[in-house]
Nanobody
Framework: QVQLVESGGGLVQAGGSLRLSCAAS????????MGWFRQAPGKEREFVAV????????IYADSVKGRFTISRDNAKNTVYLQMNSLKPEDTAVYYC????????????????????????WGQGTQVTVSS
């Protein structure tokens, strides 16, 4: 089993930057693609980004592409989300999650955008961007 703990959230001004971290425990971590989702009050949880288990491939939501960068350090069992040029609409609770794709959907973008495809979730960290 895998446990995830997010950290690094906080209050920043529009245009600022923030880096989130997600620490994982469990020996199966390296086999999981790791993603970030976010949820604002009154809105459904939405996909932000995901990185393959090797770190060689990434997918980003259109709303954050070019501003956010996802990375991972398997030696530290940690995944990161570097957020630059933050906007007020980025305000949300950010969650990290792990998923283990099969061979048939390994390269299918939509599969990684579905929250129910993820097996493990952290408790979330609040990110607030002021205008």
């Amino acid at each position: 089993q895998v446990q995830l703990v997010e950290s690094g959230g906080g209050l920043v001004q529009a245009g600022g930057s923030l880096r989130l971290s997600c620490a994982a425990s469990g020996h199966t971590f390296i086999t999981y693609a790791m993603g970030w989702f976010r949820q604002a009050p009154g809105k459904e949880r939405e996909f932000v980004a995901v990185i393959s288990w090797s770190g060689g491939n990434t997918i980003y939501a259109d709303s954050v592409k070019g501003r956010f960068t996802i990375s991972r350090d398997n030696a530290k069992n940690t995944v990161y989300l570097q957020m630059n040029s933050l906007k007020p609409e980025d305000t949300a609770v950010y969650y990290c999650a792990g998923t283990q794709p099969t061979g048939s959907d390994y390269y299918t973008r939509a599969r990684y955008e579905r929250d129910y495809e993820y097996d493990y979730w952290g408790q979330g960290t609040q990110v607030t961007v002021s205008s």
